[in-house]
């Protein structure tokens, strides 16, 4: 008979404390792991994004290297310098160019002797200089900073195809 009587125990009626329970712990981590997270892989997008536009800039410049040298040298250079920014020597302002914010006054065409000196005679040079200097790359994330001055690009080609030597 004593065996069917119900146990009675003293239950404590004061709530249990939630310190040590693993379910905030959880949710901090998280929230410090996907910050690490976003600005890695932002990171990422923002190197590729400069080194592309380092490898069109070198690009452009090669390319407008090339064009000079096998274009016949006019009395001004804006063929060669439009053919840079924009891939096509007939370009207008409107024109879309090869790599955001690049423009015209950031390139550079030198004609020059074989040792480095300018000519004034585009005829009796050796050899083209393209150059782009100035150009800014501005991050798409503003917390890498506003922007990024690249160095000064140059490809140097000789003449030989327009009889100068």
Partial sequence: MWDLMP???QRSTRPQSTFGRPEGQTLVEFALVTVLFLMLLFGITEFSRA??????IVHATREGARYAVVEAPTSTDTEVIK???????????????????LSESNVAVAYLKYDGSTVGNKVTADVIQVGIAG??????VPFFGSGLTLPAFNTTLPLEGLGAN
Avoid: E
Avoid at 51 to 56: G, I, K, M, P, R
Avoid at 135 to 140: A, C, G, P, Q, V
């Fill in 7 to 9: 146990d009675f125990k």
């Fill in 83 to 101: 053919y840079v920014v924009y891939h096509d020597p007939a370009a207008t302002a409107s024109s879309t160019p090869v790599v955001p914010g």
């Fill in 51 to 56: 080194l592309w536009t380092w490898n069109a």
């Fill in 135 to 140: 150009y800014t790359f501005n991050f798409l």
